[in-house]
């Protein structure tokens, strides 16, 4: 439980993990790292563009960028939240041109978190409501109109531990919603990785999750376009999250779990749209470089897992 903090009101943060999220906030964690993201992801915008592909990456806030209100006084003073890494990432982009494919949502999330819950009370991730946000502020950069009818969709819900509820000892649940797609939103394509995990009912294995890959046809769209994301638990294979609420919207789309873009899926795809996502709190610790290749990912964490198993 030295992961977890827990405020006075019951929500729970992480602060610990891999990830060593208190050190970030603190200001601990040297700040090298932020030139490498910035240049990545002005490499990627010009060769993206040479291809006629538009591009955006997309920042998924920790939960302490937005809900810092609820700490408790003395915690709070050790969390500043300059040291955000995605506040850091904006700051670090010099090019306007590279900043226009740059959104940070923790402005917005922070504002939105006034009136609705967008992020899970025992859990790290935004909510329903907090992936919908991040939509909306993803469509109006790419120059997309909304599909608001996705709001009527908040059908699936029930008690769940979540991943920090699952810290804590007894576990602590949490009454959660999430997305449903509509029917014409049809998964026709999973990879060997998927595949595998949902033969063996391990679709929560962490270690299962990079290199994971679905794709989706809506035929009934808003818009006829072919977006491929990369990205990781804030996006999903599963159509709750972000991916769900792309596929809502675009006729064909793509999911690749990881932070490294593969230039191989890119052209086998040929999206006219590619998005990335990450987590904030990765991002002061890996720089991804777009020279892997996911098939061999795949074949290596499924052979990684099978030996450790049997």
């Known amino acids: 439980m030295d992961d977890v903090y827990v405020a006075p009101n019951g929500w729970l943060f992480l602060i610990g993990g891999a990830n060593k999220v208190i050190d970030i906030y603190s200001g601990k964690k040297d700040k090298t ?23 955006c990456h997309i920042a998924a806030p920790e939960k ?3 809900y810092s209100r609820y700490l408790e006084k003395d915690f709070a003073k050790i969390i500043n939240l300059d040291n955000s890494p995605a506040l850091l990432l904006e700051r670090g982009i010099i090019s306007d041109k590279c900043l226009s494919a740059y959104i940070n ?3 917005y999330l922070q504002k939105q978190s006034e009136t609705y819950q967008v992020y899970h009370k025992t859990d790290t991730h935004w909510s329903f409501l907090g992936a919908y946000s991040a939509y909306q502020l993803l469509m109006n950069r790419l120059g997309f109109e909304v599909d608001s009818g996705i709001l009527d969709n908040r059908t ?23 997305y449903t797609p509509r029917p014409q939103v049809r998964r026709v394509f999973r990879n060997k990785l998927v595949e595998y995990k949902e033969n063996m009912g391990l679709e929560d294995e962490g270690g299962l999750h990079v290199g994971s890959s679905v794709s989706f046809v809506n035929d009934k769209a808003l818009h006829d376009y072919r977006v491929l994301i990369f990205g990781d638990s804030f996006s999903e294979c599963r159509p709750q999250l972000l991916t769900g609420l792309i596929a809502e919207t ?13 230039q191989n899926i890119v052209s086998e795809f ?3 749209i590619i998005i990335t996502e990450a987590a904030e709190r990765f991002m002061p ?5 777009d020279d892997l290749c996911n098939a061999e990912l795949v074949d290596l964490a499924i052979l990684k897992h099978k030996s ?3």
């Open 270 to 272: 040929k999206p006219d």
């Open 33 to 55: 790292w932020v030139s490498g993201w910035a240049n990545l992801i002005d490499q990627r915008l010009s060769r993206f563009l040479a291809q006629g592909i538009k591009y």
């Open 156 to 178: 699936l819900g029930g008690e769940c531990v979540m991943d920090l509820g699952g810290k804590m000892v007894p576990a602590i649940t949490e009454n959660v919603f999430f």
């Open 308 to 310: 450790n198993n049997h």
């Open 285 to 289: 610790f890996y720089t991804p470089k």
């Open 64 to 66: 302490l960028s937005i």
């Open 105 to 107: 949502p923790s402005a």
């Open 250 to 262: 675009f006729t064909n789309v793509k999911f690749v779990w990881g932070l490294s873009v593969d």
